[in-house]
């Protein structure tokens, strides 16, 4: 099974940007879809994006349409969360999750439920302050 470590959150300031980097071990990164769920306290963890193996298919939460984009880098085994223009409201803790495919037509699929997903990371916070 795959492990993933999240790494880039920080504390910065609304308008500034931030790289959120996800590392896959212990099994082929390309073997596996991704995304990317944020969560706040006290609140369910909700999806921000999610990507197809094959990298063809992109979903974005309405929230990170226009900010957010994500992309996976087979080569190096990372998934990577780009987010510009951060707003307040977008602090929160950011996990990346992994889930395999199991037929020819989950291939160009990125799903966007929780449930969906089978491996997660611990999280990587990211404060943005006003």
């Known amino acids: 099974q795959v492990q993933l470590a999240e790494s880039g959150g920080g504390l910065v300031q609304a308008g500034d940007s931030l790289r959120l980097r996800c590392a896959a071990s212990?099994?082929?990164?390309?073997?596996?879809?991704y995304g990317w769920f944020r969560q706040t306290p006290g609140k369910v963890r909700e999806f921000v994006a999610g990507i197809s193996l094959t990298g063809s298919k992109i979903s974005y939460a309405d929230s990170a349409k226009g900010r957010f984009t994500i992309s996976r880098d087979n080569g190096k085994n990372a998934l990577y969360l780009q987010m510009n223009s951060l707003k307040p409201e977008d602090t929160a803790v950011y996990f990346c999750?992994?889930?395999?495919?199991?037929?020819?037509?989950?291939?160009?699929?990125?799903?966007?439920?929780?449930?969906?997903?089978?491996?997660w990371g611990q999280g990587t916070q990211v404060t943005v302050s006003s």
């Open positions: 212990g099994s082929p990164f390309n073997s596996y879809s």
């Open positions: 999750a992994a889930w395999q495919p199991k037929s020819f037509d989950d291939l160009g699929a990125a799903r966007i439920q929780e449930r969906e997903y089978e491996y």
